[in-house]
């Protein structure tokens, strides 16, 4: 016991009353007494607990159990891909935990989703004593990936860094310079290059067009993102195949394709693939049976594993979808949904409803742009009215508005962002198959204008457009 004196008296601080109170708690969750609430992790382990104490510890669970959430009222929390979750109870209600080199990540990536910094200090400490020369690279960016801002860790990689560049040089391949390329996959309408597999590729500081590496079967309907600096085709059509449950990988250092991964658990077509937080999301589609869904699969490109996290609220085809801050977008989609939108709250797991767009709209492109979201073009109607109209969304205000539209109306381009310019690529301007279109248009947001900067060497519909860095020699 210890004794402390403040401007009103003497204050008593007894430690070890703590410390029991504590463990006192930490067996009432153990022994199953009073516990409100249970944990389940990827659809089998459950962990009671006491709603009091994890929202005391977390900022997750304070949000989960303070909004009105399912959870709230459910009492059962799931959660998918968090490992020693014993360990995080184990902290959470003791400020005790044993934590070695084996577990360190794992508690790093589970403190940093449900908001323990504590916890994520302490295992950060023990990846900081484990750093060697073989894999200080390594643990540079898992640091960088999981938002390790530790002193102590990133000295120690520093410090390391030179004897770690003498081990980069003995295994990893030197590529000689990279530059930005934008790469397209989609429907073509005459290939000039004898092929419909092979990606087009966009050099913007050349303004030249290149063909990189075939794919192995070519696929439309598929979607595409980078994650973690590779290029994933995911799903799609392929000769008569519908909803293939392969996926691809692109490395841009060898200019190859690899299938080195993980089949989808539920194979999709027209879904929208977005990454986030190192994690690639396949949204929606249809499946072999011609089936809408509303499920969303996630891959985690480190484990090479698939999981679902929570189902959209309406069932989506051939939307689309767009990242900003720690959410994600989607917009439009079939089935009567032209005009609605959604988006999904990493830090919560749940996706919400928005305010319906101001057009209605099947088909169109959505990027961020700056602080807000620019919806491009689509076509609505049974007549196919394309659309020249462009919005934006402004989370800040919850609010749609009208912006300058494009030059040629269009429906399926694809979209990116450069340099603070979006720039969209193809689609279609009629429902004919001769109406695909070969122009890419950039709006700038400072110009407010849309204008013409070049022409794509195949007319392509429903590209799916990524940006990716590659070695100059594949360029030329």
């Not at 959209?312 to 801050?325: F, G, I, Q, Y």
């Not at 700056?370 to 800040?396: A, Q, W």
Request: with cysteine.
């Amino acid at each position: 016991m210890c004794s402390t004196s403040d401007n009103q008296g003497s204050r008593t601080i007894d430690d070890k009353f703590k410390k029991n109170l504590l463990r006192s708690l930490n067996e009432l969750r153990q022994a199953r007494i009073l516990c409100d609430v249970f944990i389940r992790v990827d659809k089998t382990l459950e962990f009671p607990a006491h709603r009091c104490v994890l929202t005391a510890g977390s900022v997750y669970f304070k949000a989960l159990f303070s909004d009105d959430f399912r959870e709230r009222r459910s009492g059962v929390v799931e959660l998918e891909g968090i490992y020693d979750m014993d360990k995080v109870l184990e902290f959470l209600y003791t400020g005790e935990v044993e934590i070695n080199e084996s577990s360190a990540q794992d508690l790093v990536m589970a403190a940093d989703y449900l908001n323990i910094p504590a916890l994520k200090l302490h295992a950060a400490f023990v990846l900081e004593k484990s750093i060697n020369v073989s894999n200080c690279l390594s643990l540079q960016t898992f640091s960088t990936r999981n938002a390790v801002e530790v002193n102590m860790l990133l000295k120690t990689i520093k410090q390391t860094s030179s004897a770690a560049e003498k081990f980069r040089e003995l295994h990893v391949p030197r590529t000689g310079p990279l530059e930005t390329v934008v790469t397209l996959t989609g429907e073509r309408l005459v290939s000039k290059y004898g092929s419909n597999n092979n990606i087009l590729a966009y050099v913007p500081l050349r303004d030249s067009w290149v063909t990189l590496s075939d794919l192995h079967l070519p696929r439309h309907g598929h979607g595409a993102a980078v994650c973690q600096g590779s290029l994933y085709l995911v799903g799609g059509v392929s000769e008569n195949v519908s909803a293939p449950s392969h996926m691809c990988r692109f490395s841009p250092l060898r200019n190859k394709w690899c299938c080195d991964v993980a089949d989808l658990p539920r194979p999709v077509s027209f879904a929208a693939v977005v990454s986030l937080d190192n994690k690639l999301f396949v949204i929606g589609g249809k499946d072999c049976c011609n089936t809408a869904l509303r499920k969303t699969q996630r891959y985690n490109p480190e484990r090479n594993q698939w999981d679902y996290i929570a189902d959209l609220n309406v069932p989506r085809v051939s939307h689309c979808a767009t990242v900003l801050d720690d959410f994600i977008y989607v917009i439009s989609g079939d089935k009567a949904n032209f005009k609605s939108c959604e988006r999904y709250d990493s830090t919560v797991m749940r996706w919400r409803l928005l305010p319906h767009m101001t057009t209605s709209r099947q088909q169109p492109a959505v990027h961020a742009l700056g602080r807000k979201i620019l919806v491009v073009g689509g076509y609505s109607g049974s007549n196919y009215r394309m659309h020249t109209t462009c919005e934006v969304f402004d989370p800040k205000k919850y609010l749609w508005s009208l912006v300058p539209g494009l030059g040629v109306p269009r429906a399926g381009c694809g979209i990116t962002c450069m340099a603070d310019q979006v720039y969209v690529f193809g689609g279609s301007n009629g429902r004919s198959i001769l109406n695909t279109l070969d122009s890419v248009e950039c709006y700038s947001e400072e110009d407010k204008d849309w204008r013409k900067v070049t022409v794509i060497p195949e007319a392509i519909v429903a590209p799916q457009v990524a940006m990716l860095r590659m070695p100059t020699k594949y360029l030329t």
